[in-house]
C-alpha cells in the first residue's frame, strides 16, 4: 500500500506550489511516443449478448452514431472576441471575486479581461480536443486487451465516437476560435500512466470512469452556461455519446472488481485518487497565465483558494464519485478512497445518480438537437 507522498509526489493534496511545479517542457512536440505494455488479445468465444447490459448498450452505440461534418451547423458566424465581451460584461473579470493585489493583473482593465476570456476559451477547448485523442488512444487499447466480445464490439463504436469528438474540437478551434494550446502538463502525465499500465481494467478505470467521468461533468457545466448555439450543439451531440462511455466503464467493472483480492481493490483505489487530482490540477490554466505574460504562482494560489472556483472544481467530480461508489471503490478494505475523496472536498456527491443508471437521459432528441431523434 503506498502513501498519498508516493501516489501524487506530494504530502499534501492542495499543495499548489507543487502542483505549479509540473509544466510542459515539450511544447513544440508534434508526435509523443508511451510505451505500452499490453497483450493484445483475441478470444474465440463469439458468444452475443452474454453480458446483456453491454450487448444493450453496443445497440445504444449504433442507434446514437452522428455525423461531425454534417450534422453540426457549421456555417453558424463565431466571434470569440464578441463572446468574450458580452461575458466581462455580464461578470465582469476575475478581479470581480478575487483580490489580485500586489500582482501584474492588478492594473488589469477591461481590455486585458477580455483578452483572458479569448484566450481561456482557446485553452479549455484545446485541452478538451487532448483529451479526446487520449480517449481514441485508450479506447482502440480497450478493444485490444478487453476479453469478452460484446466489450470489443461496444469498444469499437467508442473508437469511432472519440475520433468524431477530435475532428469536431479540432474544427471548432481551426475555424472559430483564435488559437490553440499543448497538451496540460497534468493531463498527459495521466494519459500516459493509462496506457503505460498492462491491465485492461485499468485502462477502463483510468479512461471510462475518471476522464470520461469528469469530461462529461465539465461538457455539461459549459452546456448550460454558453450561449454560442455552435458549441451549445456540439457540447450536447459529444455528451450524448461521453454518457455511454462512463456507463460502459460502470457496467464492466462491476463485474471484475468482485472477484478482486483486496490488494488489488486499494491499487485501484489509489490510481483513482491519483487521476482524481490530476484531472483537477489540469483546470488551473497555468498556460493561459503565461502566454498573457502572468507568473501563474503569483496568482493561481488567489485563484484556487477562491470558494466559487473551488465550488466549479468540486462539481467536476459529480459523475466520478457516484461511479466509485457503485464499483465499491469509495468504502472497500478500510474506506481509504472515502476519505481521501473528504480530504478533497468532493464526498457530497457519492449519492447522485451514477452514469450506468442515467444513461439513457443524454440519448439525442429532436428538441435537444433540432435534429431528428437518433
Not at 73 to 101: Q, R
Not at 160 to 180: C, P
Amino acid at each position: 500500500m503506498a502513501t498519498v507522498e508516493e501516489i501524487i509526489g506530494r504530502t499534501d493534496p492542495n499543495d499548489i506550489d507543487a502542483i505549479l511545479a509540473i509544466t510542459n517542457t515539450d511544447v513544440d512536440e508534434v508526435l509523443h511516443a508511451v510505451e505500452d505494455n499490453s497483450d493484445a488479445l483475441y478470444t474465440w468465444d463469439y458468444t452475443k449478448g452474454a453480458r446483456p447490459a453491454l450487448a444493450k448498450l453496443y445497440e445504444k452505440a449504433k442507434a446514437g452514431q452522428w455525423n461531425g461534418e454534417t450534422d453540426l451547423p457549421w456555417d453558424t458566424a463565431v466571434d470569440p472576441w464578441e463572446l468574450a465581451t458580452k461575458e466581462y460584461e455580464a461578470n465582469g473579470g476575475m478581479d470581480v471575486m478575487i483580490d489580485f493585489s500586489g500582482t501584474s493583473v492588478e492594473r488589469w482593465g477591461r481590455d486585458e479581461w477580455i483578452r483572458f476570456g479569448v484566450e481561456s476559451n482557446n485553452w479549455t477547448l484545446s485541452q478538451f480536443m487532448h483529451g479526446e485523442q487520449g480517449a481514441l488512444v485508450c479506447t482502440a487499447k480497450i478493444v485490444e486487451t478487453v476479453p469478452w466480445i460484446d466489450a470489443k464490439y461496444y469498444a469499437a463504436t467508442q473508437v469511432m465516437d472519440e475520433a468524431r469528438h477530435v475532428e469536431v474540437f479540432a474544427k471548432y478551434l481551426d475555424t472559430k476560435l483564435t488559437d490553440h494550446y499543448p497538451i496540460n502538463a497534468h493531463l498527459r502525465l495521466l494519459l500516459d500512466d493509462i496506457i503505460r499500465d498492462s491491465r485492461w481494467d485499468m485502462t477502463y478505470l483510468g479512461m471510462q470512469i475518471m476522464v470520461e467521468g469528469l469530461a462529461l461533468a465539465a461538457f455539461g457545466f459549459i452546456y448550460q452556461q454558453t450561449e454560442e448555439p455552435l458549441l451549445k450543439q456540439l457540447l450536447r451531440y459529444v455528451m450524448s455519446d461521453e454518457a455511454r462511455h462512463v456507463a460502459f466503464g460502470v457496467l464492466s467493472l462491476k463485474e471484475v472488481y468482485a472477484d478482486l483480492t483486496q490488494a488489488e481493490i486499494r491499487e485501484r483505489q489509489e490510481f483513482a485518487f491519483e487521476a482524481a487530482l490530476r484531472m483537477r490540477d489540469r483546470f488551473h490554466q497555468q498556460e493561459t497565465w503565461e502566454r498573457l505574460g502572468v507568473d501563474p504562482r503569483a496568482v493561481i494560489p488567489r485563484v484556487f483558494d477562491n470558494p466559487e472556483n473551488r465550488e466549479f472544481q468540486h462539481l467536476l467530480f459529480t459523475k466520478i464519485v457516484p461511479n466509485c461508489r457503485k464499483l465499491g471503490l469509495l468504502d472497500a478494505g478500510d474506506a481509504w478512497l472515502r476519505r481521501r475523496f473528504e480530504e478533497i472536498g468532493v464526498i457530497q456527491y457519492e449519492n447522485w445518480v451514477d452514469t450506468a443508471e442515467e444513461v439513457d437521459s443524454f440519448a439525442l432528441t429532436r428538441e435537444l438537437t433540432g435534429e431528428a431523434a437518433a
